[in-house]
Nanobody, 129 residues
Framework: QVLLVESGGGLVQAGDSLRLSCVAS????????MAWFRQAPGKEREFVGG????????NYADSVKGRFTISRENAKNTVSLEMNFLEPADTAVYYC??????????????????????WGQGTQVTVSS
């Protein structure tokens, strides 16, 4: 059974930082392209950022570029999302996702939720102004 478990969310003020973690089990993390998505109330799930299997390539949504950083430690089955200079617009439930097919450079595929095979349950991030 594949499980992705996110943690690290919380309530913070604008300008603060948070680090989210996603721990995977039941799969070999190094064979999956990993990504973070988020969903705010009343909005569609949107791509935040993705990372290649080796961790050598990342891509980000324009709204978080320069503020968020994705990293992974395959040996620890962990993917992280470091979020700095948080804004109220970042308030959402954040989800970790794994895709066995996606490849770095596939911009359309990697930013599309339906291309991912497994999802975590999400962790709430709330940023107050």
């Amino acid at each position: 059974q594949v499980l992705l478990v996110e943690s690290g969310g919380g309530l913070v003020q604008a300008g603060d930082s948070l680090r989210l973690s996603c721990v995977a089990s039941g799969l070999t993390l190094s064979t999956y392209y990993m990504a973070w998505f988020r969903q705010a109330p009343g909005k569609e799930r949107e791509f935040v950022g993705g990372i290649s299997r080796s961790g050598g390539s990342t891509n980000y949504a324009d709204s978080v570029k320069g503020r968020f950083t994705i990293s992974r430690e395959n040996a620890k089955n962990t993917v992280s999302l470091e979020m700095n200079f948080l804004e109220p617009a970042d308030t959402a439930v954040y989800y970790c996702a794994a895709s066995q097919r996606n490849r770095e450079g596939w911009i359309v595929a990697t930013t599309t939720p339906r291309t991912y095979d497994y999802w975590g349950q999400g962790t709430q991030v709330t940023v107050s102004s």
